[in-house]
């Protein structure tokens, strides 16, 4: 099963339509794109919940870690840079956090809010080696910019 980004985008419009809650939105963007690509083996959120420092919020799949602070890992790279993280072999990344050591590769996604601030980051992992593209970042930029910055 691969991911079709405009009916995911459609469905998580709809489903997220007038909520403005950050939990509800991410638990529900988290579930819909886990589900949509076999590439995808860990998927969810950190959310920056004091300065320098991630905590885990709404995934799915097996146990993420429970803080992540910015100058650690994928995750904390996305937060201090605002950049994405396309990581096609976590082994080759100095500092990774292996919360699974099935994890091959990893794309992490800065999630700003309407001010520009970073809120969270978003993180698929997966078993497969390279498994992500940069059509996989773009598409998933757009629809948290549609989500969390409008
Ligand atoms: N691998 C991530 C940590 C988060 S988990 O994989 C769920 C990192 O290096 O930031």
Same mark, same amino acid.
């Given at each position: 099963?691969?991911?079709?980004?405009?009916?995911?985008?459609?469905?998580?419009?709809?489903?997220?339509?007038?909520?403005?809650?950050?939990?509800?939105?991410?638990?529900?963007?988290?579930?819909?794109?886990?589900?949509?690509?076999?590439?995808?083996?860990?998927?969810?959120?950190?959310?920056?919940?004091?300065?320098?420092?991630?905590?885990?919020? =709404?995934? $799915?799949?097996?146990? %993420?870690?429970?803080?992540?602070? @910015? *100058?650690?890992?994928?995750?904390?790279?996305? /937060?201090? +840079?605002?950049?994405?993280?396309?990581?096609?072999?976590?082994?080759?990344?100095?500092?990774?956090?292996?919360?699974?050591?099935?994890?091959?590769?990893?794309?992490?996604? =800065?999630? $700003?809010?309407?001010? %520009?601030?970073?809120?969270?980051? @978003? *993180?698929?992992?997966?078993?497969?080696?390279? /498994?992500? +593209?940069?059509?996989?970042?773009?598409?998933?930029?757009?629809?948290?910019?549609?989500?969390?910055?409008?």
């Amino acid at each position: 099963m691969k991911v079709d980004y405009d009916t995911l985008a459609k469905t998580i419009a709809a489903l997220t339509d007038g909520e403005s809650d950050q939990i509800a939105l991410m638990a529900t963007i988290a579930c819909e794109v886990h589900h949509s690509d076999d590439r995808f083996d860990w998927t969810g959120f950190y959310r920056v919940t004091e300065p320098e420092l991630l905590k885990i919020g =709404p995934y $799915q799949g097996g146990h %993420g870690c429970l803080l992540i602070p @910015f *100058d650690r890992g994928v995750c904390g790279a996305a /937060a201090r +840079t605002g950049k994405v993280q396309l990581v096609a072999d976590v082994e080759a990344f100095p500092g990774h956090i292996a919360c699974a050591s099935s994890t091959r590769s990893e794309l992490v996604v =800065p999630v $700003q809010n309407s001010e %520009g601030d970073i809120i969270a980051v @978003f *993180d698929i992992d997966s078993d497969q080696p390279d /498994a992500f +593209t940069e059509q996989d970042a773009r598409s998933l930029d757009l629809i948290l910019k549609d989500v969390f910055a409008r």
